[in-house]
């Protein structure tokens, strides 16, 4: 198994510009959510999805798209980015109980 | 209010030494669960050990023991026999509520936990 996997690992934008973060995983889990980490802070929930056609808003969920049309995949839309946005973006899956979540190995998004 | 507080940003232990990071959390749900994830330099998140709220013995994962204090609210990790590979930064999160909560952490601030040699 791959476990959870993340594309691109490292992504420049400028501001104003769209783009996709990608996110699956390949262990059945019903849960995937989206966190991102700020430099020396802890994770914050984006957005989060109980299962494919199921979404909803985490924390810090402005400026940020998500949809679940499969069980595996969970992408994550940039809609304009701004320098705000600029982050390392975790994805995680976890089953039912104890819903420990996997992470990806998270993408290094710099908009200038 | 922080829903999940790491009040040591920095700690440092001798190899071979117990560490133990401390983790106060603020919730009036009964259901809830507590997890600790260390986050080496190389960045990735890597599960640690878990807690769930009902669960009546501390848990334990190896060198790993979750220190579980229901009244306090305190959700401590104790590493013993510290290793230079276990100098990273720490993470306590929290999924507050039962099964309608699966996916959603709330985290800490980080504990950077240094072993010297």
């Known amino acids: 198994n791959a476990g959870v996997t993340q594309t691109p690992k490292f992504q420049v934008l400028k501001t104003g510009q769209s783009m996709t973060l990608q996110c699956a995983q390949d262990?059945?889990?019903?849960?995937m959510s989206w966190y991102r980490q700020d430099p020396g802070m802890g994770l914050r929930l984006i957005h989060y999805?109980?299962?494919?056609?199921?979404?909803d808003q985490g924390e810090v969920p402005n400026g940020y798209n998500v949809s679940r049309s499969t069980t595996e995949d969970f992408p994550l839309r940039l809609l304009s980015a701004a320098p705000s946005q600029t982050s390392v973006y975790f994805c995680?899956?976890?089953?039912?109980?104890?819903?420990?979540?996997?992470f990806g190995p998270g993408t290094r998004l710099t908009v200038l | 209010a922080q829903k999940i507080t790491q009040t040591q940003p920095g700690m440092f232990v001798q190899e071979k030494e117990a560490v133990t990071l401390d983790c106060t959390y603020d919730?009036?749900?009964?259901?809830?669960?507590l997890f600790w994830y260390k986050q080496p330099s190389s960045g990735e998140m890597i599960f640690l050990i878990y807690?769930?709220?009902?669960?009546?013995q501390n848990a334990t994962e190896g060198r790993y023991s979750l220190n579980f204090q229901k009244a306090r609210k305190s959700a401590n990790l104790v590493i013993s026999a510290s290793q230079l590979g276990d100098s990273a930064m720490y993470f306590c999160?929290?999924?507050?509520?039962?099964?309608?909560?699966?996916?959603?952490?709330?985290f800490g601030q980080g504990t950077i936990l240094t072993v010297h040699p």
């Open positions: 995680a899956s976890s089953t039912g109980h104890p819903d420990t979540q996997y």
């Open positions: 262990m059945n889990h019903e849960y």
């Open positions: 999805s109980v299962g494919a056609g199921i979404t």
């Open positions: 919730t009036s749900d009964p259901s809830y669960g």
């Open positions: 807690q769930g709220s009902y669960d009546q």
């Open positions: 999160a929290m999924r507050e509520g039962g099964g309608t909560s699966y996916g959603k952490l709330t």
